[in-house]
């Protein structure tokens, strides 16, 4: 029987090949009617048989166009019109900004093919693309997504382009950045004043200055990296010297995914992370055996690792190198530079030569870092190839739209639409004007694709953060977000919940409602509020954010607690590097109290356990003792003794985990001979049952059996899988993380929530 049905589609379905796509197989299939581009989506009428569109649309919704997401397919019926042929039919967009711009996607395997075929007319050209892969979002500067709104509206087509560009059976039907040697951008390799000194080939002059063990800040996607051979000691030693990073491990760049095994131990799960079209950095642990220079990741156990992601890596990574150190191009915790004239002035001391083109970046894009835990992945940052795609919430805002301006550390923000929140990539810490102006630059950025005005900013509770003061100058109402209900929430928004949990929320820092710092929370939650039903019992850290850097001020404050009197003896017995002058400063700062706020922070307690036990006494980046830490106790995975830590209720009914008791229990066990790693891991097991006493006494209370884990230790897998399963044997659901990151780069999902909860409350 001949009928027909209209179809509105919603989701990313522009500018990713979405109308050839539907244009070819409504063809197949012999249907008539169209398919057209609207405000918000695409809409298509299907004339023909009742069968044949059954089946096209299964296609769609089981096997659609590779960069597709669709949110939801509604089909009406309506009287047929007797059409047997199938157009595309071209749209008026204007004011169409309902539709979702796609992340950036690496280079497609077709478009690898003809950049490595020498009788293609892309042959080796860095900028290669077509509907299903090249940058969006980074080029983006406006909607409706189209060429003359993004950063390659200054290049027009070649008549072999715009015949492409307007061929439905093309694979660069209306792909808006493609371009060719002929028409678009060009790469040029300069020295640091500006000189050209690229010849006829930059890209191979590029490379031999790469292998001859060369700096280089070379322009990608999202913005600058820099980047040296990895074999190469001296190369890797530079670039450590010149952006003054001690100790934290580089990112690497491999050619395929058969070097990536050369250089680490990948999993299956790990493997379809690295080869995926969104190509993050993926965490793999080190082979001993691996070609590259040991002062890539010093004193990790673990190698950062991606694949290439544009034309111009595949291009790079043909060089006589097993891998690329590719940092962020910046200086030390500024924002990644992504102009070629930002990049000369930031970079012009870091590398030796720039290899810069003329496709302008509208919005810088860090790399995105992944790590796969129990088998899934998780987000350590989420920013390109994953920004600005949307979580889904579990209740709409109801037109009352909110702005989350995050917290400081691993910004992101997020704006509402509807059921939807959309995260900015990774801004990074707020503490500098540069990230702030990015920061600033971000919320224009989502406010404009999403063509939302915001009604409510939420924020974090913290006084001093850059995001509060945003949010309190920006003239909307407030809404006021504790830090850990905010990393709770984030869990429960992923998960489509409401209900109430137990939120197990652990991390370094976040401002607690009674103006001390929490971290080792425990909260009984839902989306609209809190209750604080136990935490880690606090401890004083001495110096405040000084202690944050150096550990064994953070074991001295726990030896105190633990040992009273005899604290100072333990000291110079077990921290060495504490020396006198140091030891009697943190022993005054925490007998009078100065400048030594009250924190029960997780993050902390880390910090003073690995310096007790000698692995780390400087936090010459974030969360590096926790981090090695962890290194240590992986070496003694199958160990499973612990300290037990006595739970108390408080006068206010608060549940405290005394984690002082775990020091005089690793003391004698460090006096009676017991390996580091050994006590890493009973450090680690004592924690997961700590939290395991805990939220059983809390489940014992609220009869919530739900706990959802949120908090930057979560990036932590010892501590997790340890965790989990222990949950998961006492009978508990458990909420992890699986859209953002456990960590702060979350936090914005959470308030955006929160917010949104509360303001559908007080409609009711
Ligand atoms: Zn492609
Ligand atoms: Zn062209
Ligand atoms: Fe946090």
Aim: charged share 25%; net charge negative; with cysteine.
């Amino acid at each position: 029987m001949t009928v027909r049905v209209r179809c509105e589609v919603t989701g990313v379905v522009q500018g990713v090949g979405f109308r050839p796509f539907v244009f070819g197989l409504a063809s197949r299939l012999g249907l008539g009617g169209f398919v057209r581009n609207e405000p918000r989506g695409v809409t298509l009428e299907l004339e023909g048989d009742e069968d044949r569109i059954d089946s096209f649309l299964d296609s769609l919704k089981n096997d659609p166009p590779p960069l597709a997401r669709i949110e939801e397919i509604k089909t009406d019926a309506v009287p047929t019109l007797g059409e047997k042929r199938f157009v595309i039919r071209e749209s008026d967009l204007e004011g169409s900004r309902g539709v979702l711009v796609s992340p950036d996607i690496a280079t497609c395997d077709d478009c690898l093919r003809e950049l490595l075929d020498p009788a293609d007319r892309r042959y080796r050209y860095p900028f290669i693309n077509c509907t299903n892969c090249g940058p969006r979002y980074t080029i983006v500067t406006d909607l409706p997504y189209d060429r003359s709104r993004t950063t390659m509206s200054v290049f027009s087509l070649c008549e072999a382009c715009r015949e492409e560009y307007t061929d439905p059976s093309n694979r660069r039907y209306h792909a808006e950045p493609t371009c060719c040697p002929v028409c678009g951008p060009r790469m040029r390799l300069v020295d640091v004043n500006s000189r050209d000194i690229g010849g006829d080939d930059p890209t191979a002059e590029a490379i031999r200055l790469l292998e001859s063990g060369k700096v280089l800040a070379i322009k990608g996607l999202g913005g600058f990296h820099l980047a040296a051979n990895a074999a190469h000691d001296d190369a890797v030693k530079t670039l450590r010297s010149r952006k003054h990073r001690d100790q934290k491990p580089f990112a690497l760049m491999v050619a395929e995914s058969a070097a990536a095994h050369e250089i680490g131990i990948v999993s299956l799960v790990e493997e379809r992370l690295l080869t995926g079209r969104e190509r993050p950095i993926v965490l793999v642990k080190k082979r001993d055996d691996a070609p590259i220079s040991p002062l890539v990741a010093p004193r990790s156990d673990s190698f950062g690792v991606m694949l290439p992601y544009t034309p111009l890596h595949h291009l790079l990574m043909a060089g006589e190198y097993p891998a690329l150190v590719m940092t962020s191009g910046n200086i030390s915790d500024e924002p990644i530079a992504y102009t070629n004239d930002g990049a000369q002035k930031d970079l012009g001391g870091l590398a030796d030569a720039f290899f810069i083109h003329d496709r302008g970046i509208h919005t810088r894009n860090d790399d995105s870092v992944m790590r796969v835990i129990q088998e899934a992945p998780r987000f350590i940052r989420r920013s390109r190839g994953y920004a600005p795609f949307p979580v889904t919430m579990p209740l709409d805002t109801g037109g009352r739209e909110v702005l989350a301006v995050g917290a400081e550390l691993n910004n992101t923000v997020a704006l509402s639409r509807g059921r939807h929140v959309f995260l900015s990539h990774h801004i990074g810490d707020l503490k500098n004007l540069a990230a702030y102006e990015s920061f600033m630059e971000a919320i224009r950025l989502l406010e404009s694709i999403l063509e939302v005005t915001p009604s409510v900013v939420a924020t974090d509770l913290h006084p001093d953060y850059l995001s509060t003061r945003y949010a309190r100058e920006s003239g909307l109402p407030l809404a006021q977000v504790q830090h850990h209900h905010a990393h709770i929430a984030a869990v429960l928004a992923e998960h489509q919940r409401c209900d109430p949990v137990i939120g197990v929320a652990l991390d370094g820092l976040g401002w607690g409602d009674d103006a001390t710092l929490w971290g080792g929370e425990f909260l009984v939650a839902d989306l609209v509020g809190y209750n604080r039903a136990g935490s880690l019992e606090p401890v004083l850290q001495p110096g405040g954010d000084a202690a944050a850097k150096r550990p064994p001020r953070m074991a001295y404050a726990y030896l105190a607690g633990a040992l009273g009197d005899g604290a100072d003896e333990a000291a110079r017995r077990h921290l060495p590097a504490l020396e006198d002058e140091e030891r009697r400063l943190t022993a005054r700062l925490l007998e009078t109290g100065l400048n030594s706020p009250r924190t029960s922070s997780m993050g902390r307690l880390f910090d003073a356990v690995s310096a007790l036990i000698g692995v780390c006494d400087r936090n010459t980046f974030h969360s590096q003792a926790p981090m090695e830490l962890e290194a240590e106790a992986q070496k003694a995975a199958d160990e499973d003794g612990f300290y037990p830590v006595s739970i108390r209720e408080d006068e206010s009914g608060v549940l405290r985990a005394r984690a002082a008791d775990i020091f005089p229990d690793t003391i004698s066990d460090m006096n009676g001979g017991v390996s580091t790693s050994v006590l890493a891991a009973r450090f680690h097991n004592s924690i997961a049952r700590m939290i395991l006493d805990m939220v059983r006494r809390i489940r014992e209370a609220s009869g919530i059996e739900t706990a959802a884990l949120s908090g930057g230790v979560f990036a932590n897998a010892f501590l997790t899988e340890r965790l989990v399963t222990l949950l998961a044997d006492n009978g508990f659901e458990v909420l992890e993380h699986s859209l953002v990151s456990a960590g702060d780069g979350g936090i914005s999902l959470g308030q955006a929530a929160v917010a949104a909860a509360r303001g559908m409350k007080e409609r009711e």
